[in-house]
T-cell receptor
Framework: NAGVTQTPKFQVLKTGQSMTLQCAQD?????MYWYRQDPGMGLRLIYY???????DKGEVPNGYNVSRLNKREFSLRLESAAPSQTSVYFC????????????FGDGTRLSIL | DAKTTQPPSMDCAEGRAANLPCNHS???????VYWYRQIHSQGPQYIIH???NNETNEMASLIITEDRKSSTLILPHATLRDTAVYYC????????????????FGQGTILTVHP
């Protein structure tokens, strides 16, 4: 049981390049989330998708776009990468419903030069 | 969303109980208390959650005060592998009773378990 799978695990980009981070879950969860974590900080929500076909902004959405491709997959796109977007990106998923915990992937470590 | 306050760091001897406190004095009636931990920059791992009753699972126990203004996560027999950052989070439930589960992470408590 893979859970939440993120690809790639590591990436280095140059300023201005674009990139899509991929996330897939095999737990039949309705809700999916993208977070970023900067050094020494807690996670911050970028975007989330409460159910297939819907997406909403989180705390720090600027510079990002998302696509809920289907129930399993939720991608995060950086259209024009900036050094301030250097971070570790985590994808998570959960069932909808009261008190459902989130399950996290292992993260994508992204450096932008 | 209610703000939570945790001590920045704590130490615990291996085999002893680790008691991690969390203050959430502004928590509202429709917010759960969740605990997650993050080991060595891995993705956060869910531990336990509760609304107003004490909860126990295979990982930990959660004690919530009667006024719900604070809680304590208890790891009954800490091991070296429990060294991690522990996050206490208040999670809102919408009026319909369905949680969108949006998590707001603070700085957490760095728990170091010593041999």
């Amino acid at each position: 049981n893979a859970g939440v799978t993120q690809t790639p695990k590591f990436q280095v980009l140059k300023t201005g390049q674009s990139m899509t981070l991929q996330c897939a879950q095999d737990m039949n969860h309705n809700s999916m989330y993208w977070y970023r974590q900067d050094p020494g900080m807690g996670l911050r929500l970028i975007y989330y998708s409460a159910s297939e076909g819907t997406t909403d902004k989180g705390e720090v959405p600027n510079g990002y776009n998302v696509s809920r491709l289907n129930k399993r997959e939720f991608s995060l796109r950086l259209e024009s990468a900036a050094p301030s977007q250097t971070s570790v990106y985590f994808c998570a998923s959960s069932r909808q419903g009261t008190g459902q915990p989130q399950h996290f992937g292992d993260g994508t470590r992204l450096s932008i030069l | 969303d209610a703000k939570t306050t945790q001590p920045p760091s704590m130490d615990c001897a291996e085999g002893r109980a680790a008691n991690l406190p969390c203050n959430h004095s502004t928590i509202s009636g429709n917010e759960y208390v969740y605990w997650y931990r993050q080991i060595h920059s891995q993705g956060p791992q869910y531990i336990i959650h509760g609304l107003k009753n004490n909860e126990t699972n295979e990982m930990a126990s959660l004690i919530i005060t009667e006024d719900r203004k604070s809680s304590t996560l208890i790891l009954p027999h800490a091991t070296l592998r429990d060294t991690a950052v522990y996050y206490c989070i208040a999670v809102p439930i919408n009026a319909g009773g369905t949680s969108y589960g949006k998590l707001t992470f603070g700085q957490g408590t760095i728990l170091t378990v010593h041999p």
